[in-house]
């Protein structure tokens, strides 16, 4: 049972990468996702989080209008689609889940199975 991300990469300001996390093992029907990111030296951080009825749920102001997260249960993989990057959102991403049908949550360690991440670093 494992989470995979991937999608990440370098880009410069402004441009677009769309993140991809795979529940091998791991049903996200019907369970919230949460993408987390950390940068160097700073605290992991809830980023945005799709609800088990599909809602979106921001934990970082910066990123609102700036990213979506969308679900493919037929793929079993959640989507984090980041565009107008910029600098601040150089770090590496990561996906988590639930073991059941509840309630997003902010913290990481609230979700029960998290997932390597992937890296993305935007500069010019």
């Known amino acids: 049972v494992q989470l995979q991300a991937s999608g ?7 441009g677009s990468l769309r993140l991809s996390c795979v529940g091998l093992g791991v049903s996200f029907d019907n369970r919230p996702v ?4 950390q940068a160097p030296g700073k ?3 809830g980023v945005l989080c799709i609800s088990p009825g599909d809602n979106s749920n921001y934990y970082i ?8 997260i969308s679900r493919d249960n ?10 107008r990057l ?6 590496v991403y990561h996906c988590a889940t639930k073991k059941y049908r509840t309630l997003c949550a902010r ?3 609230d979700y029960y199975l998290r997932g390597k991440g992937t890296q993305v670093t935007v500069s010019s």
């Open 8 to 14: 990440g990469g370098s880009v410069q300001p402004g």
């Open 107 to 109: 913290s990481p360690d």
């Open 74 to 83: 037929g793929k079993n993989t959640v989507y984090l689609h980041m565009n």
């Open 86 to 91: 910029n600098p601040d959102d150089t770090a």
């Open 43 to 45: 605290e992991r951080e």
């Open 61 to 68: 102001d910066s990123v609102r209008g700036r990213f979506t």
């Open 34 to 37: 949460l993408w987390f990111r």
